[in-house]
């Protein structure tokens, strides 16, 4: 499970609208990666929409932000017509970078055990080290605090 200063884990996945995004290949400029449990729940829209809104304050500040969550590229693009978003969603079907990010775990829910992506969010600076994790994401006022840790890189 990597943690602030560690080397962020790299990874090529497919994005929504086609093409792929490759994380070494965003060096020189902040990185932010917010994994999220599946498109058009809840909190995911929320969390994908308060991102989407922010996206320019976020370009304006040196970083990218990108969404990853297991769902296919397919369902990706639903989602982001459904709701007009222009955060970038990656694919990670196979939950390899989930895992090499430890967000996929297993979760309890009323008793029933499941494996599943804990929300989560990790800003990487322009080396590619992280510079700061958060960890069970609580979707209200997420996305100003991130912006805010981007803009005291």
């Not at 989407?52 to 970083?63: C, K, V």
């Amino acid at each position: 499970m990597p943690d602030v200063t560690d080397i962020a884990p790299d990874f090529t996945l497919p994005r929504d609208g086609g093409g792929e995004v490759t994380l070494s290949d965003l060096r020189g400029g902040a990185v932010v990666l917010f994994f999220y449990p599946r498109d058009d729940t809840p909190g995911c829209t929320k969390e994908s929409i308060g991102f989407s809104e922010q996206l320019q304050a976020f370009g304006d500040a040196g970083a990218q932000v990108f969404g990853i969550s297991r769902d296919s590229v397919a369902k990706h693009d639903k989602f982001v017509a459904k709701h007009s978003l222009t955060t970038p969603l990656l694919s990670d079907e196979g939950s390899s970078v989930c895992e090499e990010y430890g967000v996929w775990v297993e979760k309890n829910m009323y008793g029933k055990k499941s494996m599943g992506i804990q929300r989560a969010t990790f800003l990487i600076d322009g080396e590619g080290k992280i510079a700061r994790v958060w960890r069970k994401v609580k979707v209200p006022g997420h996305v100003d605090e991130v912006l805010a840790a981007v803009r005291s890189l």
